[in-house]
């Protein structure tokens, strides 16, 4: 969300369709409403609705947005059941027992799928996403080590540090730089385009809080190997001592893996694994606005990070960030749960698998691109262009793909592969079969013509893009 900065120096008033205004026999709009500051006059409801309608327009079409991970289409049911819910407030628990009692089922069927030794004994809660969820476990993480470092901390030889890959998502820089935690970030290398368990291990000292694993990457959709680097470190604390839990990041594939990877060993049933998180609202197929972050069991989760508000009635514990919150989300990720079953999310995720594989393929085919993933982990694959061509670049392929109204993202990798600059497509419900096939045609289409550039020509490369999805 970008920072507003007030009025773009923009004061022209909104332009106004005259059947709403002077043609308008109730003679409810006198004058166009101004853009930046409140109107003085209350207009009609219907001329209200179609302003905002109008502006909306521009967004763009969903459907053919390939950057980003997040749920852009439900179910008719599941749209009325989140109408029904829409006033109310998660964190009335008192007054909504039954919405809190779905939350806290969803929270048991993901510590059942997720492996809980006990899921009785497992903790969790829902969020507004992931990134709020990973600032929850974060956040536990720093406390447990603060309370086996109360002699130590806080002094200025006892700074904590969190490791992790330097291919996280953002959230994670953003939980060091609010929290005050230093990020030890392994870099990639050579074709390791995330963490490895080796290297993750030989950073952490004692003021490592824990590491963090992402299942699976967002640069480029694969899988960290998650059970390795839980092995790296029980050798890292057989020869020093040192005892550092792991925080698995599985915004994406919390929801893919469970299905389509069963034999794939990366949750509660490595006991170092202390907490997961994940996004209801990617392969959770929920619209935007829940995740979810569970423990392992209450000692992961330190009671001291846990409010009780009595003031509403009751007295239910919360962990959270905001205090009111939309329950219908909740209620959403309950019908969808309820709604698929464990079979509907295979045969869900399955087709988004197999459509990413099969365009993957079909990509390489067409000589110019170099697979860097094939969507065989995550359904997200990234590519850049063959060694051998030099008449344009992936900014180039991006730009002119959003000439044809798709929106896939162009991006520089991070340190040590700056030099590696890719496009990413992740295909999720909604992109059919059909859609991946005419995306292939758009993109081999273009080909002759940016073959034919005399060399790369999309200067301003942010323009190209939009990435951090
Ligand atoms: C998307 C993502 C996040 C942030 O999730 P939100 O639900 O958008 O807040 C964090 N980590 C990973 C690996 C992600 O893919």
């Known amino acids: ?278 996004s209801g609202h990617k392969y959770g197929l929920v619209y935007p606005g829940v995740g979810w972050a569970l423990w392992r069991d209450a000692d992961a989760l330190p009671e001291e990070l846990v409010f009780r508000v009595n003031y509403l009635g009751g007295d239910m514990p919360t962990f959270a960030l905001n205090f009111s919150r939309p329950g219908a989300q909740v209620v959403a990720q309950y019908y969808t749960f309820l709604r698929l079953g464990r079979d509907g999310y295979r045969a869900v995720q399955r087709a988004s698998r197999d459509v990413a594989t099969r365009l993957s393929a079909r990509l390489e085919s067409l000589g110019d691109f170099r697979l860097l993933t094939r969507g065989d982990e995550l359904p997200v694959f990234a590519f850049t262009t063959a060694p051998e061509v030099t008449a344009y670049d992936v900014f180039d392929v991006s730009r002119r793909m959003r000439e044809n109204g798709w929106l896939v993202p162009a991006y520089t990798f991070p340190a040590n592969r700056e030099d590696l600059s890719v496009l990413r497509v992740v295909c999720r419900n909604g992109f059919s079969e059909d859609l991946a096939d005419m995306f292939a045609e758009d993109l081999a289409r273009l080909l002759p013509d940016l073959r034919r550039q005399q060399r790369p020509l999309t200067r301003d490369r942010n323009a190209a893009t939009a990435f951090h999805h």
Not at 97 to 102: D, K, N, Q, S, Y
Not at 111 to 136: F, I, K, N, R
Not at 153 to 175: E, H, T
């Open 1 to 278: 969300m970008p920072l507003h900065e007030g009025p773009q120096h923009d004061e022209r008033p909104m332009s106004v369709n005259p059947f709403l205004g002077p043609a308008n026999p109730v003679g409810d709009m006198t004058e166009a409403p101004p853009r930046h500051r409140m109107p003085t006059a209350p207009m009609a409801p219907s001329t209200a609705y179609q302003l905002v309608h109008d502006e909306l327009m521009l967004d763009g079409n969903a459907r053919l947005n390939l950057a980003t991970f997040v749920t852009t289409w439900m179910e008719p049911q599941a749209g009325v059941l989140m109408a029904e819910c829409r006033d109310k407030n998660m964190i009335d628990k008192d007054e909504y027992p039954r919405t809190a009692e779905l939350e806290r089922r969803c929270v048991a069927m993901l510590a059942d799928l997720w492996h809980a030794p006990d899921p009785s004994a497992a903790v969790g809660c829902s969020t507004t996403g992931s990134s709020e969820a990973c600032m929850l476990a974060g956040m536990a993480l720093k406390r447990r080590w603060m309370r086996r470092n109360v002699d130590r901390y806080p002094s200025r030889d006892a700074r904590p540090n969190l490791v992790m890959g330097v291919n996280v998502q953002i959230c994670w820089d953003k939980f060091c730089a609010f929290w005050e935690v230093e990020a030890r970030q392994v870099p990639m290398e050579g074709e390791r385009f995330h963490l490895d368990p080796r290297a993750a291990a030989e950073l952490c000292d004692e003021n490592t809080i824990g590491v963090v694993g992402v299942l699976g990457s967002t640069f480029d959709g694969s899988y960290e190997p998650v059970a390795d680097l839980c092995a790296a470190l029980d050798e890292l604390q057989e020869r020093t001592g040192l005892d550092i839990p792991v925080h698995v990041d599985a915004a994406s594939g919390g929801m893919i893996a469970p299905f389509l990877d069963e034999d794939l060993v990366w949750d509660f049933r490595l006991p170092r694994v202390a907490s997961i998180n994940t």
